[in-house]
């Protein structure tokens, strides 16, 4: 049997390989489908372009459905919160989704400019808005979210779906939109030739160069600008489910702590870093495999900063601080946690294996040939 508090550990790691996973994974469509209407010209480019994603895109969904899943089965307090709290911004995602399996499967069967071009736009939607979104979710986190708990766990959110909209969310929504695009375009590098490629290129290059001024931004942020949350009594890593059995204060420059008691964990805001920087030299030198990692190893950074930075913080709460829940305090019962590590270990590999294997089958160019040869088959 293995430790509660070391499975409690092990979660958070595995939440956070989700997260991370669903960016490299379905991140790249997202950004393909935010650069659709700009890298594509006319109907023809635009379905290269399609073609690309449109083999893999619900299959790497699987990560986005997996992650929700994790967090519910491990964390259902920060589920039930989170999903009430933020429940119109999760709705707004929701609701940008549905252009994708629609946009995917009818944009091409009827022959007709405005037609296409309308699906073209959802699928701009279906792309651009979860990102952002999400980055903004993470920006509220990092500022703390409005809730608390009364005496009997029941959650309750005074916040508004407008207040979530504030100027440091907004900035890491941007941060996420333009880190996903990036990496959208790194992939079509990979995928495509000609005009398309170029224009990927440029838009690779820009999208780059704009997540990593916009990221060191936020993180100037959030060191002279953002209170974080600091552990004062209570909440040991072996307590039980109980967010209330703790003290919390809010401090100026708390979300740096981590990184002077754990010098090494600078080694994960370097590697958002290093990681869009290659993704920039790599584009620029026409090495489109070797900038699609480089953008990969970003967004692990990326999102491993916020991780690491609010450890073992998962919902901060602004309003009552004792209420914020934590890896140590939020968590399922051990023998959930067990049966769900047990459970990931047999299928997580299954879940890599055959997505690589459809990657490698499904393999190389999308050209204007293929396309105009396969008119009624492709998207």
């Known amino acids: 049997m293995l430790d509660y508090t070391a499975l409690k ?28 209407p700009f890298v594509g010209k006319n109907d023809n480019e635009r379905r290269v372009v399609l073609n690309t994603v449109g083999p893999h895109w619900d299959g790497n969904q699987v990560w986005f459905i997996t992650g929700g899943g994790a967090i519910f089965a491990a964390w259902p307090l920060v589920y039930a919160t989170a999903f009430s709290g933020f429940y119109w911004a999760m709705m707004a995602v929701l609701w940008a989704l549905f252009f994708r399996p629609v946009g995917f499967d009818y944009r091409s069967k009827i022959d007709n400019a405005q037609w296409r071009n309308t699906w073209d736009w959802g699928l701009f939607i279906g792309g651009f808005v979860p990102p952002l979104i999400f980055g903004v979710a993470f920006g509220n986190l990092l500022q703390g979210v409005p809730f608390h708990f009364d005496n009997d766990l029941r959650s309750f959110y005074t916040g508004s779906f407008w207040q979530l909209l504030n100027p440091f969310a907004l900035l890491t929504g941007l941060v996420s939109t333009t880190m996903i695009t990036a990496h959208g375009a790194n992939f079509l590098l990979i995928r495509t030739e000609g005009d398309v490629y170029k224009r990927s290129r440029t838009a690779s290059m820009i999208f780059s160069a704009v997540s990593l001024a916009l990221f060191a931004l936020a993180g100037l942020w959030v060191m002279k600008g953002i209170n974080g949350f600091v552990l004062t009594g209570g909440d040991l890593p072996d307590a039980l489910p109980n967010p209330l059995d703790k003290t919390v204060v809010m401090q100026a420059g708390a979300w740096m702590h981590n990184y002077s008691a754990y010098p090494l964990t600078m080694l994960v805001p370097a590697a958002a870093f290093v990681g869009g920087l290659l993704s920039l030299v790599f584009a620029m030198g026409n090495k489109p495999v070797m900038a699609f990692i480089a953008s990969s190893v970003n967004m692990l950074g990326v999102i491993g900063t916020a991780g690491v930075s609010m450890f073992p913080f998962v919902m901060p709460s602004s309003t009552d601080p004792r209420s914020s829940m934590t890896v140590w305090d939020s968590v399922s019962s051990h023998t959930t946690l067990e049966l769900m590590f047990f459970a990931t270990l047999i299928f997580l590999p299954i879940v890599i294996f055959y997505t690589s294997w459809a990657y490698k089958v499904m393999s190389g160019k999308v050209t204007l040939e293929f396309v105009k040869r396969n008119d009624h088959s492709a998207y």
Not at 9 to 36: E, K, P, R, S
């Open 9 to 36: 550990l092990i979660w958070w790691l595995f939440v956070g390989v989700l997260l991370i996973g669903f960016a490299i994974m379905d991140g790249h469509d997202m950004g393909v489908g935010t650069l659709l």
